[in-house]
Protein backbone atom coordinates (compact mmCIF):
# COMPACT_ATOMS: atom_id res chain seq x y z
CA UNK A 1 0.00 0.00 0.00
CA UNK A 2 0.78 3.90 -0.30
CA UNK A 3 3.74 4.91 2.29
CA UNK A 4 4.31 8.38 3.00
CA UNK A 5 7.41 9.19 4.98
CA UNK A 6 7.15 12.52 6.36
CA UNK A 7 10.78 14.72 7.27
CA UNK A 8 12.15 18.17 8.10
CA UNK A 9 10.29 19.06 12.25
CA UNK A 10 12.51 19.83 14.78
CA UNK A 11 12.67 22.68 17.52
CA UNK A 12 12.57 26.79 16.84
CA UNK A 13 12.33 30.00 18.12
CA UNK A 14 8.79 31.98 18.10
CA UNK A 15 9.50 33.81 14.39
CA UNK A 16 11.46 30.87 12.79
CA UNK A 17 10.83 28.77 9.38
CA UNK A 18 10.66 25.35 8.98
CA UNK A 19 10.26 23.24 6.14
CA UNK A 20 8.30 19.73 5.88
CA UNK A 21 8.94 17.56 2.98
CA UNK A 22 6.74 14.28 2.67
CA UNK A 23 8.25 11.62 0.59
CA UNK A 24 5.49 8.84 -1.45
CA UNK A 25 6.22 5.45 -2.33
CA UNK A 26 4.32 2.29 -3.25
CA UNK A 27 1.98 4.15 -5.16
CA UNK A 28 -0.93 2.49 -7.29
CA UNK A 29 -1.33 5.28 -9.97
CA UNK A 30 0.82 8.51 -10.82
CA UNK A 31 1.63 10.65 -8.04
CA UNK A 32 0.13 13.47 -9.77
CA UNK A 33 -3.39 12.14 -9.29
CA UNK A 34 -3.42 12.14 -5.70
CA UNK A 35 -4.46 14.82 -3.34
CA UNK A 36 -2.29 15.95 -0.67
CA UNK A 37 -2.92 17.77 2.53
CA UNK A 38 -0.77 18.41 5.96
CA UNK A 39 -2.70 17.90 9.09
CA UNK A 40 -1.55 18.62 12.63
CA UNK A 41 -2.11 17.23 16.19
CA UNK A 42 -1.19 19.17 19.54
CA UNK A 43 -1.67 17.73 22.87
CA UNK A 44 -5.04 17.76 24.20
CA UNK A 45 -6.34 18.97 20.95
CA UNK A 46 -8.13 17.87 18.03
CA UNK A 47 -6.82 16.91 14.87
CA UNK A 48 -6.70 20.14 12.09
CA UNK A 49 -6.36 20.03 8.86
CA UNK A 50 -3.46 22.55 7.77
CA UNK A 51 -3.42 22.64 4.23
CA UNK A 52 -4.31 20.74 1.64
CA UNK A 53 -3.45 20.62 -2.46
CA UNK A 54 -5.75 19.05 -5.57
CA UNK A 55 -3.99 17.01 -8.14
CA UNK A 56 -4.50 20.55 -10.38
CA UNK A 57 -2.49 22.32 -7.78
CA UNK A 58 -4.96 24.40 -6.46
CA UNK A 59 -4.26 25.32 -2.79
CA UNK A 60 -6.22 26.02 0.50
CA UNK A 61 -5.32 26.35 4.37
CA UNK A 62 -6.59 27.17 7.76
CA UNK A 63 -7.45 30.27 8.82
CA UNK A 64 -4.71 29.97 11.23
CA UNK A 65 -1.73 29.64 8.99
CA UNK A 66 -3.08 31.59 5.68
CA UNK A 67 -0.17 34.02 4.74
CA UNK A 68 2.68 31.98 7.19
CA UNK A 69 2.42 28.37 5.27
CA UNK A 70 3.04 27.72 1.80
CA UNK A 71 1.64 23.75 0.52
CA UNK A 72 3.53 22.51 -2.47
CA UNK A 73 4.34 19.62 -4.49
CA UNK A 74 6.99 18.06 -6.95
CA UNK A 75 5.19 15.17 -8.48
CA UNK A 76 8.76 13.84 -10.42
CA UNK A 77 10.43 14.00 -7.07
CA UNK A 78 6.10 12.19 -5.35
CA UNK A 79 7.40 14.88 -2.40
CA UNK A 80 5.25 16.90 -0.66
CA UNK A 81 6.49 19.87 1.09
CA UNK A 82 4.94 22.58 3.54
CA UNK A 83 6.71 25.39 4.54
CA UNK A 84 6.31 27.42 7.47
CA UNK A 85 7.35 31.02 7.91
CA UNK A 86 6.63 33.32 11.40
CA UNK A 87 6.58 30.20 13.49
CA UNK A 88 4.53 30.76 16.52
CA UNK A 89 4.11 28.69 19.61
CA UNK A 90 0.69 27.82 18.84
CA UNK A 91 2.44 25.96 15.97
CA UNK A 92 3.47 23.50 18.33
CA UNK A 93 1.96 20.32 17.12
CA UNK A 94 2.90 16.21 15.77
CA UNK A 95 2.54 16.91 11.23
CA UNK A 96 1.33 14.38 9.27
CA UNK A 97 0.97 14.28 5.69
CA UNK A 98 -2.13 12.06 4.17
CA UNK A 99 -3.12 11.21 0.47
CA UNK A 100 -6.12 10.38 -1.22
CA UNK A 101 -7.03 9.44 -4.77
CA UNK A 102 -9.03 12.64 -5.36
CA UNK A 103 -12.59 11.13 -6.08
CA UNK A 104 -12.57 9.50 -2.61
CA UNK A 105 -14.32 11.20 -0.11
CA UNK A 106 -11.53 10.91 2.89
CA UNK A 107 -7.50 11.02 3.49
CA UNK A 108 -6.74 7.12 3.89
CA UNK A 109 -3.47 6.81 3.46
CA UNK A 110 -1.49 8.60 6.29
CA UNK A 111 2.37 8.93 7.63
CA UNK A 112 3.96 8.47 10.78
CA UNK A 113 4.19 12.49 11.43
CA UNK A 114 7.10 14.47 12.61
CA UNK A 115 7.58 16.61 15.46
CA UNK A 116 7.30 20.60 15.64
CA UNK A 117 7.77 22.39 18.65
CA UNK A 118 8.11 26.26 18.47
CA UNK A 119 9.31 28.17 21.93
Known amino acids: HVQLVESGGGSVQAGGSLRLSCVASRLTSYYSTYCMAWFRQAPGKEHEGVATIRSDGSTSYADSVKGRFTISKDNARRTLYLQMNSLEPEDTAMYYC????????????WGQGTQVTVS
Open 98 to 109: AARKCFAAEYNY
